[in-house]
DNA sequence: AGTTATATTTACTGATGAGTCAGACTAGCT
DNA sequence: AGCTAGTCTGACTCATCAGTAAATATAACT
């Protein structure tokens, strides 16, 4: 019984078969989330039943409950994904060595193709209360680190003084809320492409930040860094 | 029994109680408003359930519904009062004779200071998809007017001059998105005042949009006007 | 073929919450 | 006092979903 030479000739290797059911699960998995989060999106988390969900899907409502094991795991889980591009965001920034203005648009960049990349168009804007006490908890922690490192890329602006003085706080709440508005009104099928309106963006953070003599356009490496 | 002392006493006027019972009504109508917007910015309209509102004001839930017919009523309210602050805004950035950029931040001056105000905190940014479909119809409708004005704030500005080459259309999606995003954040209990915030809301929007070479700050009556 | 693990569905349960109804309470009026 | 209109409440109903259980299909492997 130890010999298997069917199994030589139907799957390629001794692994591989309960690979592809595992990548197939992790597709799948992949594809509720998406649905859901556009879904979430569009019409709200309460707004949107597991079964509108399914049908959008084709299937029934239990098998969602496969990849998910509620409704709220599956909106903790888009806030992980929005959460996720905010931090990939911020380790950008952190690797690249410039000023802090420099540094907050490669960050709020990388942010901005989250939300509107791929698996992107996550409800940002959604419910924090609809989650379980515990995500929730989760989910504040985690989003406060991410607006006291916003805060901390404008503090490092103003006094490498790529930005002019302002307060950090109010500033990355200005710059936080332009971003985190875009899925309120953000339609692929809209007439700007995800690249004008970050480009557009990033031009008027920029100039808003900016201190006053300083080049509008971080284009040349100025000053500081070594 | 036809003269009545007692009515001289104790009632003033002939038709005076029924203004005064109208009077009542009307500051209840507005308490129970006030309360249930509050609690939909801060909890979303579907966590919010009418017996958590009534509980509040101390009151039964049938009571609410003296007031207003349905939940939904009440959430079409409050879009009405946010949508009243922002053309409030319009009517003043119309009345005042400047460049487009003054009179934008006239407009997003008055329509901050609705969010924040007494009635204000009205849930902007909540489910357009709860309304019903008759008024979901006219707050959108209402609300693209406004969108549409906004926008054309800014064209007249980039055409006089006051703001720097931009598309109009995203740069009023960039400044209304600051603006409907501060209701996700602000707390009464917080640690800025509403001046403050709009204060420097207004200093990052201004420099973000103010042409290159136009001074900063508007603060002097500039140019064009007479 | 048969056996096992996985995937999916149909048909349910149970909770929550909007909205109603019939009656109680209050205040103004005569 | 007694009548009337306006205001409020306790106790319902009824619809909507999230989530589950049991049964059925599929595929993987021997």
Redesign the interface.
Same mark, same amino acid.
């Given at each position: 019984m130890s010999d298997t030479p069917s199994a030589a000739t139907r799957a390629p290797a001794p692994g591989r078969a309960a690979f592809d059911r595992d990548e197939q699960r992790r597709r799948k998995r992949e594809a509720v989330l998406r649905v859901a989060a556009s879904a979430f999106n $569009? $019409? *709200? %988390?309460? #707004?949107t039943s597991m079964d509108d969900v399914a049908s959008v899907l084709g299937v029934s409502k239990p098998t969602l409950y496969q990849y998910f094991k509620s409704k709220q795991e599956l909106l903790y889980a888009c806030h992980q994904v929005a959460m996720d591009n905010g931090e990939a965001g911020l380790a950008l920034a952190d690797a690249h060595d410039g000023t802090g203005l420099e540094k907050l648009v490669i960050y709020l960049r990388r942010y901005m193709e989250g939300i509107f990349g791929d698996l992107g168009n996550c409800p940002v804007?959604t419910?924090v209360?609809?989650l379980t006490p515990e995500d929730r908890a989760d989910v504040v922690a985690r989003r406060k680190r991410i607006s006291a490192a916003t805060k901390g890329l404008i503090a490092l602006g103003v006094s490498d003084g790529s930005i *002019?003085p302002?307060?950090p &706080? +109010?500033?990355s +709440? %200005?710059a936080? *809320? @332009? @971003? #985190?508005?875009?899925p =309120?009104?953000y339609r692929d099928s809209g007439? #700007?492409t995800p690249e004008?309106?970050m480009e557009? %963006?990033a031009?008027?953070?920029i100039? *808003?930040? =900016?201190a006053?003599s300083a080049p &509008?356009r971080p284009s040349a490496k100025t000053k500081k860094k070594a």
């Open positions: $569009r $019409r *709200g %988390f309460a #707004n804007l419910d209360d609809s *002019g302002c307060d &706080k +109010l500033a +709440l %200005f936080l *809320g @332009v @971003v #985190n508005w875009i =309120a009104w007439p #700007n004008e309106i557009s %963006f031009t008027l953070l100039s *808003g930040l =900016a006053p &509008k």
